[in-house]
């Protein structure tokens, strides 16, 4: 089944532990994203990728790290999580192709707390 | 810059009306335009999305969506709700120019009353 999957889906942790989020995808898809949502402010775009080794930032990096060393997978990491990172975390594959408009596939989202 | 509006956080219809949701951008060139629709503790999944050339897309879950141009909207509608409407949409823009980001509206809450 085609799919992206995050790990872990629920996660309760305390300021300045770092975590990493894994996100995995079975579709051969070179883009990836990743995106925090939160109530009011729809989705926002932490960092993406076009492909391996290439990453860049989104609306809202601060605070968050990426890598993609591999075309499937492009964890999120934190390394000292705080507060204002509580939130619900969506990773996003799709196509690239030859225009932008192909549609981003998402996975079931991780709720992410950090006391 | 690049900005999405969608009017109104919360939205209730009754079965069987008609569902206008609003969506407006702002940018110098037409942007790329998707909806999403997100369920109840799911992720988001594809609505529709504009394809240049069409000003009228239709989607799944019959809904469709009308580009127009001229008042930089892209707004999405259904002629009848039916109760497994009841979600969370959100409108989203690509630049022509810079596909990898993608900018989200804040989301409208669609509740269905009998």
């Known amino acids: 089944e085609a799919q992206v999957t995050q790990n872990p889906r629920y996660l309760i942790t305390v300021t300045g532990k770092k975590l990493t989020v894994t996100c995995s995808q079975n579709m051969n898809h070179e883009y990836m994203s990743w995106y925090r949502q939160d109530p009011g402010l729809g989705l926002r775009q932490i960092y993406y990728?076009?492909?391996?080794?290439?990453?860049d930032k989104g609306d809202v990096p601060e605070g968050y790290k990426v890598s993609r060393k591999e075309k499937r997978n492009f964890p999120l990491i934190l390394e000292s999580p705080s507060p204002n990172q509580t939130s619900l975390y969506f990773c996003?594959?799709?196509?690239?192709?030859?225009?932008?408009?192909?549609?981003?596939?998402f996975g079931p989202g991780t709720r992410l707390t950090v006391l | 810059a690049q900005s999405v509006t969608q009017l109104g956080s919360h939205v209730s219809v009754s079965e069987g009306a008609l569902v206008l949701l609003r969506c407006n951008y702002s940018s110098s060139v037409p942007p790329y335009l998707f909806w999403y629709v997100q369920y109840p503790n799911q992720g988001l999944q594809l609505l529709l999305k504009y394809t240049t050339g069409a000003t009228l897309v239709k989607g799944i879950n019959g809904f469709e969506a009308e580009f127009k141009k001229s008042e930089t909207s892209f707004h999405l509608t259904k002629p009848s709700a039916h109760m497994s409407d009841a979600a969370e949409y959100f409108c989203?823009?690509?630049?022509?120019?810079?596909?990898?980001?993608?900018?989200f509206g804040a989301g409208t809450q669609v509740v269905v009353t009998p």
């Open positions: 996003a594959s799709s196509l690239l192709g030859t225009s932008g408009n192909n549609e981003q596939f």
């Open positions: 990728s076009m492909n391996v080794e290439v990453t």
């Open positions: 989203a823009v690509r630049r022509t120019d810079s596909w990898g980001k993608l900018q």
